[in-house]
């Protein structure tokens, strides 16, 4: 009986002894891939986007989360940490899915799209624009300078399209809590999944230099303190030289704050201006950042630019013992009369996630209606058409390449989406998602979807999961009616593979 006793004690503390040391070996990995990482986890990836807002619910990141891309440093401040913390299994399994996507010093990505159809709606995750989308990436991380040199290079044939491109490649340079940059990758501004308003990745990335904030800290001083954690993101871009004013610039700026837990606060705005004759001088640009009273749609070409102006609010909080929701809106001003923005495109959504079962799956749920029909105060006033992206001045629009800077569907346009997803212990997702588009609802003007007006159903069916040889995606819609610019006419199937590969 002694003797049963003791081994028992014994193997209790060889139990106790190796779940210290996983945790310890975790905690390790975690803080040297840490030291290691690049900059910033990039748009495109839905999967890691579920796991970072899982984890800030439960108070492993700290700050917002609403910005893409976000700081590296950021989210894995304290994923050494979670081994002592009391979390769900689907919250660890979050945890190590997002430890697994640290890069390290050196990395390489292999990624292969291929679709018979591109998605006429672009959400926040990556999906074929062309028949075939190749790309690699080569980067490079000195932690001990903060220097990151990150290449992307790829090809793209289809849908109007034929070239070879670097879009994606990016120097940034630390500077204690901040980071320099040059180069073309894409953002997503706002807490929509299915759309947002004022700039995303559904127009090809813009050539720029900005300027950004690293870790979310919050201020010390006592005046400023109540906004919590805060971010800031600022860039200038080069737009295209095929367009009615070549060669236009857009500046972005951005201010992201948390005054309460999981309570974001989002405040974004951007400028066009300049571009080849047209002023560029230090008055302009001090006017236009300034632009009240008659600084700003004043129709007249004495205006220094287009701008738009954004507010963006979300929340995340417990429904019931294990389940989560966040609700979320934008509105997105137009233009602005004395110092008040008005015409507002907006944005609704909410999103319901929890466990499934005991063994780290789980489940998610989203709704999500926006519309760039402009309002006069936001959900309220007197509707407007072409209004959202358009201006007198630069005629070709808030568009870069043909596509908008923000909404997929351009302006004038409705979308309503359900979204279902289930992710699995071992890591696979399935999803279902139904969007009912109205695009163009006047039919008239510069939506560079469809020029007539649209009213679409489509569903779709996605699984994706790693398989050995690389992780898959694939997908296969079903929309009701086509647009006849993009090649098609009345119902169709279609399907897209993405296949990645990272070292």
């Known amino acids: 009986m002694e003797v049963s006793l003791k081994k028992a004690v014994e193997n209790m503390r060889l139990k106790k002894y190796k779940l210290l040391c996983a945790g310890a070996v975790f905690s390790l990995l975690a803080s040297v891939q840490m030291v290691q990482a690049s900059p910033w986890a990039a748009v495109g990836d839905m999967q890691l986007r579920n796991d970072v807002e899982i984890l800030a619910r439960h108070g492993v990141i700290s700050g917002p989360v609403n910005t893409w891309p976000i700081s590296w440093k950021q989210i894995t401040r304290n994923l050494s940490r979670t081994p002592e913390m009391d979390l769900p299994p689907y919250v660890r399994l979050a945890a190590m899915r997002v430890k697994e996507k640290i890069p390290g010093k050196l990395r390489t990505t292999v990624r292969i799209q291929a679709t018979n159809n591109p998605a006429i709606v672009r959400g ?96 010390e001083t006592k005046w400023l303190s109540w906004m919590g954690p805060w971010q800031w993101d600022m860039f200038v871009a080069k737009m295209e030289k095929e367009r009615f004013i070549p060669n236009a610039l857009i500046a972005g700026m951005r201010l992201t704050f948390e005054p309460i837990k999981n309570f974001e606060v989002g405040l974004s705005r951007s400028l066009q201006l300049c571009g080849d004759g047209r002023p560029c001088d230090f008055s302009t640009w001090t006017t236009a950042f300034i632009g009240v009273f008659d600084a700003d749609n004043t129709g007249t070409v004495n205006e220094p630019g287009n701008q738009l102006a954004s507010i963006d609010l979300s929340y995340s909080f417990n429904v019931g013992q294990n389940t989560s929701l966040k609700i979320y809106g934008e509105g997105t001003a137009e233009d602005q009369s004395v110092i008040i923005p008005f015409q507002y495109a907006k944005l609704l959504g909410a999103s319901i996630y929890g466990p499934y079962g005991d063994d780290g799956a789980q489940w998610r749920l989203t709704t999500e209606f926006s ?52 992710q699995d212990s071992n890591n696979w997702q399935y999803s279902a998602k139904y969007h009912n588009a109205k695009i163009n609802v006047d039919g008239t003007g510069n939506n560079t979807v469809s020029i007539p007006n649209k009213n679409i159903n489509i569903f779709v069916a996605s699984v994706q999961g790693d398989v050995g040889l690389g992780h898959f995606k694939i997908d296969l819609r079903h929309t009701s009616d086509g647009i006849l610019s993009l090649g098609n006419d009345g119902p169709f199937t279609s399907f897209s593979v993405t296949w990645a590969l990272n070292y």
């Not at 690699?136 to 790829?154: K, L, M, P, R, V």
């Not at 793209?156 to 809590?177: T, W």
């Not at 309002?375 to 908008?404: D, P, V």
């Open 124 to 219: 926040f995750a990556t999906t074929a624009r062309n028949d075939l989308d190749v790309d690699a990436i080569a980067e490079y991380n000195n932690s001990d300078s903060g220097t990151t040199i990150h290449i992307q290079g790829g090809y793209r044939k289809g849908n109007g399209e034929d070239y070879a491109h670097l879009d994606g490649s990016y120097l940034s340079q630390n500077m204690g809590n901040w980071s320099a940059y040059a180069g073309a990758f894409d953002r997503w501004w706002g807490p929509g999944r299915e759309s947002t308003l004022i700039l995303s990745n559904n127009a090809r990335p813009m050539r720029s230099v900005g300027l950004r904030r690293i870790e979310p800290k919050a201020f």
């Open 371 to 422: 519309d760039t029909v402009s309002r006069h105060a936001w959900l309220f006033g007197k509707r407007k058409n072409n209004t959202i992206y358009e201006h007198f001045i630069y005629i070709t629009g808030y568009r870069y390449k043909g596509r908008s800077l923000g909404h997929s569907l351009d302006n004038d346009s409705k979308l309503i989406s359900v979204v279902a997803q289930y």
